[in-house]
């Protein structure tokens, strides 16, 4: 089945420095991927939509230059927190869209983000 | 925006069947899903249905789908305790994003 993987899965990171995380679809290709982000025993919020070789779509309220989002290749979107502060921390999760068939969403396994 | 609501708690002994409730609000929906999330884990794609279909059986799992009451609802048959997790029911929007539900814990006690 499509497999999606992201990197690291944990961080802890200071406040000001910068964090960024990988998702790869590890056997299909993904035209689209897209990152969540998940608080404690809450649902997934949408941050952005990640188009290969084209900017990112984000979220209302969602910060730009804040979360950085680039999908340089039909297999690899990177998003970098920047100059995190203790409120980032959160579970980042992303998906991919595979570019054949119905194009369902798959998901990678998270990211758990602490900013000390 | 869209709304989709699921109950926060199931509890159920094994063996038993759960069926776990979902409400959204778009009407312009083409593919509903359900996921299963573990602790600390990302999301398993557990099955999906599209909008035209009121009902898709999938081994141990039964979708229904009321469109016109916006309901959607999952039965897992002969739960076992390795169903314990959070399931969610996702939306998928005209523009191909997904809504997610609020997650609804299930727990399965021996």
């Known amino acids: 089945g499509a497999v999606v993987s992201q990197h690291p899965s944990r961080v802890i990171c200071k406040s000001g420095t910068s964090v960024k995380i990988e998702c790869r679809s590890l056997?299909?290709?993904?035209?689209?991927m897209f990152w969540y982000r998940q608080f404690p025993k809450q649902s997934l919020m949408l941050m952005a939509t990640?188009?290969?070789?084209?900017?990112?779509?984000?979220e209302q309220g969602v910060e730009k230059d804040k979360f950085l989002i680039n999908h340089a290749s039909l297999t690899l979107s990177t998003l970098t927190v920047t100059s995190a502060h203790p409120e980032d921390s959160s579970f980042y999760i992303c998906?991919?869209?595979?570019?054949?068939?119905?194009?369902?969403?798959?998901f990678g396994p998270g990211t758990r983000l602490t900013v000390t | 925006g869209e709304d989709v609501e699921q109950s926060l708690f199931l509890s159920v002994r094994e063996g038993d069947s759960s069926v776990i409730n979902c409400t959204y609000t778009d009407s312009s929906s083409t593919y509903l899903y359900w996921y299963k999330q573990e602790p600390g884990a990302g999301l398993q794609l557990l099955t999906y249905?599209?909008?035209?279909?009121d009902m898709k059986q999938d081994q141990r799992l039964t979708v229904l789908l009321n469109k016109k009451d916006k309901h959607l609802s999952l039965r897992i048959a002969d739960t076992q305790t390795g169903d314990s997790a959070i399931y969610f029911c996702a939306d998928e929007t005209g523009f191909q994003k997904l809504v997610f539900g609020t997650g609804t814990r299930l727990l399965v006690s021996p």
């Open positions: 249905i599209f909008s035209n279909m």
């Open positions: 998906s991919a869209r595979s570019s054949g068939g119905r194009g369902e969403q798959y």
């Open positions: 056997d299909f290709q993904a035209t689209t």
């Open positions: 990640s188009n290969e070789g084209s900017k990112a779509t984000y």
